[in-house]
């Protein structure tokens, strides 16, 4: 008895997780994915307008943004398949590796003014097959080198990363172009190459996607927040769609990820319009990187929105509110002309933008085993990003035939429409929260 009294007497109680701004791995890899998107969104400017600029074609500028996304899409489910078997940190790398391969071949040929419509399709192709593998492997290595009880504020803080790359990335890219058209590509790959930096430095305790052990054998997480094992052996042996097969047998989360494609397949296509838009009117490239910028000061403040809307609403609720608000802003971006009101509507059209990534965090991510973990977020995200190649491959047709005002007007047409179908869901008005 004395015995057991002193081993209680002298167990030392765990510690509290240090503060996020001291944990130097989750900083290091915040920093390499806010340089990452940045170059990324720099880039992303200047890409469209150079389109248009050897060719005078929206059709074929929106032609660039449908091969990036249904290389991503297709790439989606292999991604998942990957992560979830292999080293995370080596797959974020490849990652990056490619795509500042890629902007930097694409930088180099427009120096010494070789640069084609085939080379720019290609590099349309390499970046957005490489997106979901480095996403997926990034995400999880955050959830790797973060504890449990910090991880929303970490999710919020990646939003803010991303509000902070839409800020940076078009104004540079718009300012870059200007000075010399090559310049926004080179900044993009060196802004990849950082990004590789970063995940070699950061090596996680243990390896990041080890079977978890002790756990449940059903393959369901435990009420304290530990994943269960699948099986004896701790192998999961669902395959490729086992994510796929995860999310679409739940009714509210299939209304969630049905609703979430509508509004990419309208959002996506936004950044497109407006250049287009702009271009028309004859603005200079700063201020169509400027215009563009409004999108990330609105993600900005909508990180601030993430906790109270979360308290105050349930997610279907919540959802269908910010998917509804964004018909009207969608149809709005049509009728205003000039750089400060595009900056204005696309600020309020990315005010919920923040909520609803970590809605889908909570209700999704966080739900399934760590084996399947890298299966099921390239699976949501496989399912959410159909909305962008058809939405982005449409709108450049749409505004070939019908311009600017009539594109958009079309697009909040088809939003309205996603609205209404996930309104008439009985399970997604009554999803709650999950208690753990």
Known sequence: MSATISAIENEVPPQAPPPLRRNWRFQTLWIGSTTSLTGMTAADVAYPLV??????????????GFLQASAMVLAGLPAGQVVDRCDRRRVLIAAESVRAATAGTVALLFAVHQLSLPVLLAAAVLLGAAQPFGGAARMLLVRSVVAPEQLTAALTQDEVRGGIAELVGPSLGGLLYGLGRALPFLYSAVSFAVSTVCAIVVRPDTPPNAPATGGRTDGRTDADGQDGQD????????????????LWADPALRAVMVLVAFLNAAGAPLTLCSIYLLHRESAPSWSIGLALSGAAVGGLAGATLVGPLHRRFRPG?????VVGSEVPLVAVLGLVRGPWLVSVVLFCAMLGIPTLSVLLDVLIFRQVPERQRGRTITSAMTVIALGVPLGTGSVGLLLQYLGGTGALLALAGMLACGAGWAAAQPRLRAA???SA
């Open 51 to 64: 389109i248009l600029t050897l060719t005078g074609s929206p059709a074929l500028a929106g032609l660039f």
């Open 317 to 321: 609720w919540l959802l269908l509110g």
């Open 432 to 434: 709650r929260w999950p």
């Open 231 to 246: 099986g004896q052996d701790g192998q999961d042996d669902g395959g490729i769609f086992a994510g796929i097969r995860t």
